[in-house]
């Protein structure tokens, strides 16, 4: 492996002036950094990591951190798809990936602070809210973005879905198209995503004026087993729903299973909708009706906020960005009318201005 000193002699400058180069200081002519880039690539040099933080204070290291409620991790298709998306383009900025793992329950924020100041990350991606309070990480001097929930502190951004808006939305639509008797599937009410979900369905069904049968709300985490247990239960009950909307495409999955089980038709008998438009959606039959979030507009838009602010230190506006979704249609559920949710300004305690936007 080459040395700064081996490029510096092939430059015919000083091993400061190579130095000087690689970290991309002023000082250099074009010509002389551009003849040393250059040879960087022919000698294959790959400067050490300690030494460069010691030059520039940074690691080009981003540290993600999730703790789904339900321990699928990776494996959960929303987040994969997200943060695959995240790290294509935060890799493009000259960034690596840290997995911070949470080694206890309940949520050890201290041990991630912990390891968050001994890896020296250039930055944090939260997907998901922690268990337990964050104040500790967030007041720490480092950027911080969280997709699918809101954070406040200094030099913080969020992107979430428009979550209320949509299953709101969702409601009203269904009632107009003549469904009546609505049930819902929500998912844990300590994570963000899934109590606006559920304020939504509660706020459609006002706008609306239909009647909320509590026996037709019950909890389902994100999962199949979940949601086809919950249904299972829904359906044994003297009366059911004519649809069930659903916190999550995996638990609509597990729903679809329940029904079929029980020898009911879908869409005819009873409809189904689920959440996020995952690739399993489509591959179950009849093909999943669904909300689909921007999961491909998150985690680019993640990256970008997240390197806006390690890219100047002294920035500390808040950047908060609420997304429309998308109602997609497919075979479970009757003719509809596709809708698409307008950006929503985020909430009166984080405003967006116009600086905010990068």
Same mark, same amino acid.
């Given at each position: 492996m080459?040395?700064? +000193?081996?490029?510096?002699?092939?430059a015919g400058?000083?091993v400061a002036?190579?130095?000087?180069?690689?970290?991309d200081?002023?000082d250099?002519s074009?010509?002389?950094?551009?003849?040393?880039?250059?040879?960087?690539e022919?000698l294959?040099y790959?400067p050490?990591?300690?030494?460069?933080?010691?030059v520039?204070s +940074?690691?080009?290291?981003?540290?993600v951190?999730f703790?789904?409620?339900?321990?699928?991790g990776?494996?959960?298709?929303?987040v994969?798809?997200?943060?695959?998306?995240f790290?294509?383009?935060?890799?493009?900025?000259?960034?690596?990936?840290?997995w911070?793992?949470?080694?206890k329950r309940p949520?050890?924020?201290?041990a991630?602070?912990?390891r968050i100041?001994?890896?020296s990350?250039d930055?944090?991606l939260?997907?998901g809210q922690?268990?337990?309070?964050?104040?500790?990480?967030l007041?720490?001097?480092i950027?911080?973005v969280?997709?699918?929930?809101?954070?406040?502190?200094?030099?913080?951004?969020?992107?979430?879905?428009?979550n209320r808006?949509a299953?709101?939305?969702?409601?009203?639509?269904l009632?107009?198209a003549?469904?009546?008797?609505?049930g819902?599937?929500?998912?844990?009410?300590?994570?963000?995503p899934?109590?606006?979900?559920l304020?939504?369905?509660?706020?459609?069904?006002?706008?609306?004026?239909?009647?909320?049968r509590?026996?037709w709300v019950?909890?389902?985490d994100?999962?199949v087993?979940?949601?086809y247990?919950a249904?299972?239960?829904m359906?044994?009950?003297?009366?059911?729903p004519?649809?069930?909307?659903?916190?999550?495409?995996?638990?609509?999955?597990?729903?679809?299973?329940?029904?079929?089980?029980?020898?009911l038709?879908?869409?005819?008998d009873?409809?189904?909708?689920?959440?996020?438009?995952?690739?399993?959606?489509?591959?179950?039959?009849?093909?999943?009706?669904?909300?689909?979030?921007? +999961?491909e507009?998150m985690?680019?838009?993640a990256?970008?906020i997240?390197?806006s602010?390690m890219l100047s230190p002294?920035?500390?506006t808040?950047?908060h960005?609420?997304?429309?979704?998308?109602?997609v249609?497919?075979g479970?559920t009757r003719t509809?009318?596709?809708?698409?949710?307008g950006?929503?300004?985020?909430v009166?305690s984080?405003?967006?201005?116009?600086?905010d936007?990068i």
């Amino acid at each position: 492996m080459a040395t700064i +000193k081996e490029i510096a002699l092939r430059a015919g400058v000083s091993v400061a002036t190579v130095s000087r180069a690689l970290n991309d200081y002023p000082d250099v002519s074009a010509t002389t950094r551009a003849r040393i880039l250059e040879l960087a690539e022919e000698l294959r040099y790959y400067p050490n990591a300690s030494a460069q933080h010691l030059v520039t204070s +940074k690691t080009y290291t981003v540290g993600v951190f999730f703790s789904p409620a339900d321990g699928s991790g990776l494996r959960h298709p929303f987040v994969g798809h997200v943060l695959t998306v995240f790290s294509a383009e935060i890799g493009r900025q000259g960034y690596d990936l840290l997995w911070l793992t949470n080694r206890k329950r309940p949520f050890d924020h201290l041990a991630i602070m912990e390891r968050i100041q001994h890896r020296s990350v250039d930055g944090l991606l939260l997907i998901g809210q922690p268990e337990g309070p964050l104040d500790e990480i967030l007041a720490a001097d480092i950027p911080v973005v969280a997709i699918d929930f809101v954070v406040s502190g200094h030099r913080v951004g969020s992107v979430t879905s428009d979550n209320r808006r949509a299953m709101q939305d969702l409601v009203q639509t269904l009632a107009q198209a003549g469904y009546s008797r609505l049930g819902c599937l929500h998912g844990p009410l300590a994570i963000p995503p899934a109590m606006e979900r559920l304020q939504g369905f509660y706020a459609g069904m006002t706008a609306s004026r239909l009647p909320i049968r509590t026996e037709w709300v019950a909890y389902a985490d994100f999962t199949v087993a979940d949601g086809y247990s919950a249904t299972r239960a829904m359906l044994a009950l003297p009366n059911r729903p004519e649809v069930i909307l659903c916190a999550s495409d995996m638990t609509a999955i597990g729903a679809l299973e329940a029904i079929r089980e029980a020898s009911l038709r879908v869409p005819e008998d009873i409809g189904v909708v689920g959440f996020d438009d995952v690739e399993a959606a489509t591959q179950v039959f009849p093909k999943l009706s669904t909300i689909r979030q921007p +999961k491909e507009q998150m985690g680019k838009l993640a990256a970008e906020i997240l390197y806006s602010m390690m890219l100047s230190p002294a920035r500390d506006t808040p950047l908060h960005y609420v997304l429309p979704t998308e109602l997609v249609l497919r075979g479970t559920t009757r003719t509809l009318v596709s809708t698409t949710a307008g950006i929503r300004q985020p909430v009166d305690s984080l405003p967006r201005k116009e600086s905010d936007t990068i």
